[in-house]
């Protein structure tokens, strides 16, 4: 569908363009299943602050 599910995925595990060229990489169809596994620091939770361990699941929508 490439309604930039995968480039989101992609920014948030720290995967996607790193610099500010404006290259985006190519497209790529996510087959099945891909987990992306990143720890987000400083998330403020009520008057804390807490280092967050994320495990963002993208599933492709393809039915093969």
Same mark, same amino acid.
């Given at each position: 569908?490439?309604?930039? /599910? +995968? +480039?989101? $995925?992609?920014?948030?595990?720290?995967?996607?363009?790193?610099?500010?060229?404006?290259? /985006? &990489? &190519?497209?790529?169809? +996510?087959?099945?299943?891909?987990?992306?596994?990143? +720890?987000?620091?400083?998330?403020?939770?009520? /008057?804390?602050? $807490?280092?967050?361990?994320?495990q963002?699941?993208?599933?492709?929508?393809? &039915?093969?």
């Amino acid at each position: 569908m490439q309604a930039g /599910k +995968t +480039t989101v $995925a992609n920014i948030l595990g720290n995967e996607g363009v790193s610099d500010n060229s404006g290259n /985006k &990489p &190519p497209y790529r169809q +996510t087959q099945s299943v891909r987990i992306i596994e990143f +720890t987000m620091n400083n998330v403020e939770l009520r /008057k804390y602050n $807490a280092e967050v361990e994320v495990q963002l699941w993208e599933v492709g929508g393809n &039915p093969r």
